[in-house]
Every structure is written in C-alpha cells, then in structure tokens.
C-alpha cells in the first residue's frame, strides 16, 4: 500500500528529475508499506544539489538539462574497477574508443587491463570525437576474512579510568588495557568510540558522535605524562644548584589537580567533565611546547606536516580561529568563513604560533594511537585497536569549515520515521554531497580513511548504511519532511576497500536496525563484516523466535550489547525499563513495558537452559545473573561469528547505559565512568584484578583453547 507524504507529492517532471540526480521520492519503512515523500523535501533536497526547482519552467529547464548532460556523457566522474572484472562503464563505451591511464603509480598505460590498486586517472577518446575524463578506482575484489577466530573487548575510553587518569580515560590507559587484554586474558582486539576531535568551546558536545573533524583525533586523550619532553619540564625550571624551580611548581599543581579530578570521578561520584579535563591538560601542554624538541623529534615533525599537508593547516587553522572569534564559524567575521580566502591567509600568518600549537597536539596524539596500537599487536592481538568512525561531523566545526565544497548547504542526516519513532531523527550531521564526492574520485572520503587506518587493526563503520543511502533532512523542516539521497555504494565501496587492504586492516559495519534489501549481501561480498546483538537475533521471517547460534552469520562481530544499549545485566534484571520510567520515556504503562521486557528475556532463558550453557562459574559464590552473564557469551562463542566482543562493563556487572538515545540533558551520556553492580566506579587496575571480570572471561578462553576462540 502507499501512503501520503505529510505535504503535496512531486509532480512528474520533478519526480523523473529527482531520480536523475539520486533523490528518492518514496521510501518502504517496512515490508509491503511505501510512504511518498513531499514535493517540499525533494525540492529542498535538490537545491542542496545546486538544481534550481523554484517554478514548473525551472523544474523542466532542469530535467531536460540533466538527461542532455547524462546522454552526452561518456565516463561517469568516477569508474569503479574490481580485480579480475571490468567495469561496465568501460564495456558500455563505443567501439573503438581509445583509453588512456595515468596511474597512481606514475605510469601510463594504453589500457585498463591488469592495473595496479590505486586510484587512477583515466581519459576516453570516442570516434566521434568525444573526450571524458575520470578518476579510476582499482580495488581487491573483496577484503580477507579475519585470520581465525577472536575475541575482544568493547568499551568507551573516556569511561576507562585508571589510577594514572586525568579524571577521564586516555591513551595510556588504553595501551595498558590492551597490553594486559592481549597478554592475561588472550584477547585479540579491543574496541574503542570515535577518538575524533570535539568542537572547542565550554560545554563541549561530550557526544564522540558528533565530532569537530572525524580525519584528527582530539588531544584530551593525550596521556600527558608520555609525551617525550614532559621530562624535561622540570630540568628547565630548574635553578643553577639543580634545585626544582617555578616549572617544577606547576608541574607539582598540575598533578595534584589531575588527582583531585580523578578522585572526584572515582570516589566522589562525580560525573566525567571533558571541559575540565581539557582545561586542565591544555595548561599542561602549553607548559611542555616550552621544551625544544631534540633533532630527531623536530624532524619527525617535519615530516608529520608534510605528509598532512593542507587537511592539517585548515584543521589547525580552524582551531586557532575558534580560540579568538568562538566554535560557529558561520559567526566569524565574513571573510573568515571562507577557508580559501585572503582574509583567512591573512588571520593564518597571524596566529601562526596556534596554528602551529593545534598542528604540534595532532602530531602528539597521532604518536600515542600509533603507539596504542603497536602495543596491542606486540601483546599478540591478531586485529589489535578497533576505531570507530562517526557518520559526519557536527556542523559548526572544522571538517564542516574546510570542506563546504562536499557538504550539502542547509541540510541535515537522520532517519525516517519508523515503528520505533513516528517522528523521524535529525541527526544534526551535515551530509556529503554525492556529486561533488564523485567529481573529486572521493578524495575526502580517501584522505580520511587513510588516516584512521594509520593506527587501527580494525576499523567500525558507524551507521554503514550511509554509504548507500542517507536521510536528508531540510534545515526548519522536521524529520518527516526528509527524502533519501543515494551515494555509489560501489565507489565508496571500492574505497572502503582499497584502504583498508593496503594497511592490512579489517573493516565492520554497523548494520543494526532497518537496513534495504541486498545492502548486507553487497558488505558481506565485499568482506565488510557486519554487527550482530544478540537480543535482535531472531527469526523474524518465521516464528519471530531467538534465531539458533548455528543460523547466525558468520562474517560479524558478535555482542551482547552496544553503547546504545542496556548493559547486559540490566536487561537480565529488567532495570532498563525502570530506568526509561524514572525519565518518563516510556510510551506504554510501566506494567506492559516490563511484562515485555520480562517475557523477552525469559525466552531467551529458555534457549541458554536448553543448550545446556546456564552453567554458573563453578564457584559457590557465582550469583544467578553472573551465571546468565556468562551464558549469554557462551551462546555467542556458539555461532559461527568471526568475532565475540564482550561490553567492558558487562565483566563487572555494570548497570548503567552509556548512551540513552532519545534524552540530552536528562540522563548524563558519554559522561559515566565504567562502574559495578552497586555503581561504584571501577578502575582499570581494579578491572584486572576483578575476579567476576575473570570468570566471564574464562568462559571465552575455556570454549575456545589456544586460538583465542
């Protein structure tokens, strides 16, 4: 059946003109249910496109324009070429056209047969005179399975916090947990949030999903105590007899106030306050930029600048703007909205020391994810870190400044209205335009990726989905009068896949909720592993029931939950309903929702008895939910998934979300520490030595001997 949009439907000049450029006039919410989307979505839509839909005239200008344009055209912008095919828009050239390849390599071939990886530049020369040029994405057929089964753990860094933190996680404590994981527990990967770089400003978004720039990480995960000159803060303070000095002062307050903020964390009950923990170790960086680097750390420097080039000095750029003019750049003073403009070379040589400070943070934090994840590998993790890359970038910030050029003006991601939320989503995350991606044979897109694979054994596709197909939602408008936008899935795609193969990686797809038919099987051809929650995994094209461990797939990651999700042992005991209660988030009487919730997780109780995995730890003080606990991973180890994650405050009983969707200020997300049954913070050292933490994990080890599965 169809049902109506909210507003008047495209007519049919707009609706042959909107398929032209990959907007959606319509979308299937669910099987058998179509849904139009309203003329105002899809004119809107096209606008960010740069396709003037104002009158009927304008609309048929357009229409007989774009078919002008793709009937002429020879070459699409970018050409996709996986190993051993070729490319149909190659076949579909007239006979007889001439090829020539400059490739990536220097080279220059008379053909696009047997071409290295690469992305290529590639020139048509039709009988008929017609030229077409276009960037030529040659890419592996598909990326290599995992080598062997693993396990890993799951968890939020900044909620990791040890007796070293500065009142939140950091990168030191995140090479301790993997040097431990790896060694003590035979864990082959630990998985982390996006490590992106936040808008500056007080209070910052403590989202790590709507980051500053997703291409540098953020310098509040520094561990400021392993920066090499941090030594030497002290020894310049010093006076001539050696004795410590003002520097050694200021270092002695700086520690004391990196414990108060810890201890308030810890032991006081206080909340995770990123502003405060930036505060403080910007002060510290600003005293450690005060030691000269040696010879061989200034050229190390050097060629940190050089290899990121202008992505590095507009990102540096944008944050030394922020500090004198705020965040929004769409406030700043006119000229300085443009990247590209006199008045930004101009402000650029003016703030050259912050510039350079912003460049010299990057530099930093890159150094310690390199380091993190070569740690992991010398721990004998086969997969080592798995980062996490968001779905866009928050407007105001520096991703959003120095690439207008591929971000739709005026529009928003997010999601449909669904059975889950009759209102849609507004994400709040500007979205790439598909074309001018394609014109530049997604150079961003490449960049990107490039960089995060410099330091990650695996990498995890936020919302993977968004490289088929995004929800564009008009800025004023509410989600409901969005459209779909299509992306070349094939090239981004091939991308995705020529990257991660040439740093060795792998990559996984967030692929949970409602995902469009063929989506999943493209991923699973192309070796993009995809997500699998338990409490989701049901034969929903059957009985509905929990969907056998041999049924499930087998190219995944495996959890029992995600940061989005109850922790384990709160769905066990029915406490995230309570939870959504207290906020006054339900939409049914409490009595219904915990009827529900109980009736699901009985069910699954069932399954764990009848497969013989309620088991207990086979010690006397094992409670029942500890036994479930681990039940619920012995399922897990049970299916054939490449890969079990275990959610690091699930080890310890943790019963809080770190993520409620749906609330902003009435529940503290992105700001907890990781805490035990009681909510009592627990430090990493106190994770190591926690015996429930080793019972659990001893299930994974026991069930899978010397393979670590």
Not at 357 to 364: E, G, I, K, T, Y
Not at 649 to 661: A, E, I, K, M
Request: glycine share 10%.
């Amino acid at each position: 059946m169809t049902a109506p949009g909210p507003a008047v439907l495209p007519g049919e000049d707009l609706t042959r003109l909107a398929g032209l450029h990959g907007v959606a006039t319509s979308y299937s919410p669910s099987p058998g249910r179509t849904v139009a989307a309203s003329a105002t979505a899809v004119t809107h839509t096209l606008a960010a496109l740069g396709v003037d839909t104002g009158t009927p005239e304008a609309t048929r200008a357009a229409l007989a324009a774009r078919e002008a344009e793709l009937a002429a055209r020879l070459l699409p912008p970018t050409v996709v070429c996986w190993a051993g095919a070729a490319p149909d828009a190659l076949d579909a050239l007239p006979e007889g056209t001439r090829l020539r390849v400059e490739t990536e390599q220097g080279e220059t071939r008379a053909g696009a047969d047997d071409l290295p990886p690469g992305v290529h530049r590639l020139t048509a020369l039709a009988p008929d005179g017609r030229t077409a040029e276009a960037h030529l994405v040659v890419a592996p057929a598909r990326l290599p399975a995992p080598a062997g089964r693993s396990y890993g753990v799951l968890v939020q860094l900044y909620s990791l916090l040890s007796r070293h933190s500065w009142g939140m996680g950091d990168l030191g404590d995140l090479g301790e947990l993997a040097g431990w994981a790896g060694r003590a527990l035979g864990a082959g990967f630990v998985q982390v949030n996006p490590l992106h770089a936040a808008v500056l400003g007080t209070p910052t978004d403590p989202s790590p999903y709507r980051p500053s720039s997703r291409r540098f990480p953020d310098p509040v995960h520094l561990r400021i105590e392993d920066i090499p000159e941090f030594a030497y803060v002290t020894d310049r303070a010093a006076g001539p007899d050696g004795a410590g000095g003002a520097g050694a002062d200021r270092v002695r307050v700086l520690l004391e106030r990196a414990g108060r903020l810890r201890e308030s964390v810890l032991d006081k009950d206080a909340l995770i306050d990123r502003d405060a923990v930036w505060q403080l170790k910007r002060e510290a960086l600003e005293l450690v930029r005060e030691v000269p680097l040696g010879p061989g750390r200034r050229a190390a420097y050097a060629d940190f600048l050089a290899r990121e080039g202008q992505a590095l000095e507009d990102h540096a750029t944008w944050c030394a703007l922020a500090e004198v003019h705020g965040p929004d750049w769409h406030r700043w003073p006119a000229g300085l909205r443009d990247p590209r403009s006199a008045e930004t070379r101009r402000a650029r040589t003016e703030l050259l020391d912050r510039v350079d400070f912003w460049s010299w943070l990057a530099w930093l934090t890159d150094a310690q994810l390199t380091a993190t994840q070569r740690v992991a590998r010398e721990a004998g993790m086969p997969v080592g870190i798995v980062h996490d890359l968001a779905v866009g970038v928050h407007p105001q910030g520096a991703d959003a400044w120095a690439q207008q050029e591929y971000f739709a003006a005026g529009m928003s991601v997010g999601a449909p209205p669904d059975a889950f939320n009759a209102r849609g989503q507004d994400w709040g995350l500007p979205p790439w335009r598909p074309d001018r991606l394609a014109e530049s044979g997604y150079a961003p897109f490449r960049r990107l990726l490039r960089a995060l694979f410099r330091f990650a054994g695996a990498l995890r596709i936020d919302h993977v989905m968004g490289l088929f197909r995004l929800w564009w939602v008009p800025q004023g408008l509410p989600p409901t009068e969005g459209t779909y936008v299509r992306y070349d899935a094939e090239a981004m795609l091939a991308v995705l896949v020529l990257e991660a193969s040439r740093a060795g990686a792998l990559v996984i797809g967030e692929d949970l909720g409602t995902v469009e038919p063929g989506v999943r099987e493209t991923l699973r051809e192309r070796g993009v592993l995809g997500t699998s929650v338990l409490w989701f995994e049901r034969d929903w094209e059957g009985d509905g029931r929990p969907l056998a461990p041999d049924r499930w797939r087998s190219d995944c990651l495996a959890t029992a939950t995600t940061h989005d999700l109850p922790s384990t042992a709160a769905r066990l005991t029915g406490e995230h309903v309570e939870l959504r209660d207290r906020l006054g988030l339900l939409t049914r009487p409490l009595e219904e929702e915990r009827a529900e919730a109980a009736a699901d997780i009985g069910e699954w109780l069932e399954v764990l008895a009848r497969l013989g995995l309620l088991r207990g730890t086979g010690g006397a003080s094992a409670s029942s939910e500890e036994a479930e606990v681990q039940a619920v991973h012995r399922f897990l180890l049970g299916t054939p998934a490449r890969m079990v994650g275990v959610w690091l405050p699930d080890t310890v009983g943790d019963r809080r979300p770190q993520n409620l969707p749906g609330t902003w200020d009435q529940y503290p997300n992105w700001r907890l520490p990781i805490a035990d049954a009681e909510g009592r913070p627990v430090t990493l050292e106190e994770l190591a030595a926690s015996p429930r933490l080793h019972a659990l994990m001893d299930v994974l080890r026991e069930q899978a001997p010397g393979t670590g599965m």
